[in-house]
């Protein structure tokens, strides 16, 4: 019986990734390397620094997290050092996160990062919270998405690229078709559900700085599932799934939808680092129960 998996020829000890902007920095990443986790993923790191949005920008509700961070980081010429120390410090694959809101931003931001040489590069086409030079993240768009999967791909040598979907479209395949063509070794799926918006009902305000923000945790589980579904169903290609896991029932579940590896991000803020222990501990008990060797076996199963 066997945890680990192969993501693109990049062994991950457990089928786990954390997922990106989570924990954000790089000595806390060192300290959720150790957590028995698969894989860690980067905050997601654009051409230049920027600031974020006005706080509060991460808050809970009873179904679920929002969050408006506005894409909160140093830049890649800052972030390149950081991560290159902090590579030399993780015994577990880092999937690095990138960044634009320019077609023309992708390739040189790719050659930056892949110089340092991460396991993976994720290409985020989704954030919610900001919006590209069209106005609208790329993932809400075929052609935008397959461009940009190009360009990086151009860059990217032997590390294998990874592009992060928005499940916020009518049609989801299309998207995962194009970044297939454009030549993606895999997909993320889902980012933040959304935009959406909380009222504080006392002060008649906003719950969020930035007014609307991103839709996370429990509450989107069941659309992540779908996504993923539907991508595994259509496209030939890897998938983290992730959104709104909890449990290893959960990530069971993500796995029977046909996701090669599970990524957890907003659990942290309910449970912390022990999430990915838990979940290792209970997919080797259902393992166990159901007599299964390998999670091959049950993966893309409906
Ligand atoms: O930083 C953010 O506001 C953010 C990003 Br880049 C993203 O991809 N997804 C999200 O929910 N928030």
Not at 189 to 214: C, E, H, M, Q
Not at 256 to 285: C, H, P, R
Request: glycine share 10%.
């Amino acid at each position: 019986m066997k945890l680990s998996v192969n993501l693109c020829g990049v062994k991950l000890e457990s089928p786990t990734v954390l997922a990106s902007g989570i924990v954000t920095t790089y000595p806390a990443l060192i300290a959720a390397s150790k957590s028995g986790v698969g894989a860690i993923t980067t905050k997601s790191i654009s051409p230049q620094p920027r600031e974020g949005n006005p706080a509060p920008v991460v808050i809970r509700f009873d179904h679920g997290v929002m969050n408006s961070v506005g894409l909160r980081n140093s830049g890649i010429e800052k972030s390149k050092a950081e991560i290159l120390e902090f590579l030399k410090k993780v015994d577990v694959p880092v999937i690095a996160s990138i960044v634009s809101f320019h077609m023309k931003d992708f390739g040189p931001l790719t050659a930056e990062m892949v110089s340092i040489k991460p396991k993976i590069l994720e290409v985020n086409l989704s954030c919610p919270n900001v919006d590209n030079e069209f106005g609208k993240p790329f993932a809400t768009d075929a052609v935008s998405s397959e461009k940009a999967i190009k360009l990086v791909k151009k860059h990217s040598g032997k590390v294998p690229v990874f592009a992060k979907l928005s499940p916020n479209v009518a049609n989801i395949v299309e998207i995962a078709k194009a970044v297939e063509a454009g030549g993606a070794d895999g997909i993320t799926a889902i980012n933040s559900v959304g935009p959406g918006f909380l009222i504080d009902i006392k002060t008649r305000k906003a719950r969020l700085g930035a007014k609307y923000g991103g839709v996370t945790g429990p509450a989107i589980f069941p659309v992540a599932l779908r996504c993923v579904n539907e991508i595994y169903k259509n496209v030939k290609l890897p998938i983290i799934g992730m959104g709104g896991v909890m449990t290893a029932e959960d990530a069971i579940a993500m796995i029977m939808a046909g996701a090669t590896v599970v990524g957890v991000g907003s659990a942290l803020y309910y449970k912390g680092l022990k999430v990915f222990k838990e979940i290792n501990e209970g997919l080797i008990d259902f393992m166990k129960k159901e007599k299964i060797k390998s999670l091959k076996e049950i993966r893309g199963c409906i």
